[in-house]
């Protein structure tokens, strides 16, 4: 409780004196030098000046589950179930897993301010600061098991885009088969895990890292080229954010439980950064050359590989433009 209090007052970007924090939180001046170097842990950027005391530059926008809900449309309100807000967690899709794998789940978002956890498309580690980004879990119920989720992180991709370029956000694509760019450089990621019957019902949970604006603290940890929104909208409210996203990622996945992939196939190839463009695939130890042809309706990318068209799953596949070509991004 003390964290979230010390959260709240230290939002405002002002200095506060060590003496106040205390007063505040019913805590010695030491004990809050130790709930300060937690705020550090979180990847908050601290600044102290003798005399004045602590402040976060620029403060922080907490995230806030009544203010999102009273933006929703009412599309988007009449599919949410259930929206939870938490501090901080291992990570979202784990909270959002354990609500999908009771089977009651569909329609549940969770949203973290910190993930200690965070992570990403073949295990790997999301950075994830504390009121510095978004992170996202949805549930959705399929009947028709995996082969019914042929494509559904593609689809998920152009509803993000589309969010985006509403709030005003210009030159994000897509990176087959779940990434953000722009600039050439990842702005957000996707991740399904998915739980129940594999040829029947089961629920599945999208996961969405977006970059918002990054600390140079946090910023440290992140090993390939990143991009984060304050780029394309420095005064974008995160709870704004929020509200875009849902509006347009709720109803994106009922249209995808109702039609699959194929209602969002014209669009998503009018959004891929590498449609037309030499590309290199890397297939376990195996690398294959060819040029990016578009996605099959079940999400395969269509590689043009001397002269014929082949077709790649995104278990099997890394994509990464050829040496030379604008905009190369690593998998």
Known sequence: MNLHVLLERMADGQFHSGEALGEVLGVSRTAVWKHLQKLESFGIALESVRGKGYRVPGGLE?????????????????????????QSVDSTNSIAMARASRGN?????????HQSSGRG??????????????????????????AALEGLSLAVGVALVNALQELGAEGVGLKWPNDLLWDGRKLAGILLEMTGDPAGMCQVVVGVGLNVSVSTLASAEIDQPWAQLRELL??????????????HLLPALQRFQGGGFGAFQEEWEALHLYHDRPVSMLLGN???????????????LRVEVNGKIEEYNGGEVSLRALAGESGAAPA
């Open 62 to 86: 907490l995230l806030d589950r009544a203010l999102i809900e009273a933006g929703l449309n009412a599309q988007a309100r009449a599919l949410l179930t259930e929206l939870e807000v938490l």
């Open 121 to 146: 498309r073949r295990g790997r580690k999301w950075v994830s600061p504390f009121g510095q980004s978004l992170y996202l879990s949805a549930v959705v119920e399929f009947s028709g098991g995996a």
């Open 234 to 247: 420095p005064d974008l409210s995160r709870n704004q954010l929020v509200v875009a996203l849902l509006n």
């Open 105 to 113: 789940g569909n329609g549940y978002i969770c949203l973290a301010e």
């Open 286 to 300: 195996n690398r294959v050359d060819g040029i990016a042809r578009g996605v099959s309706a079940a999400g395969a």
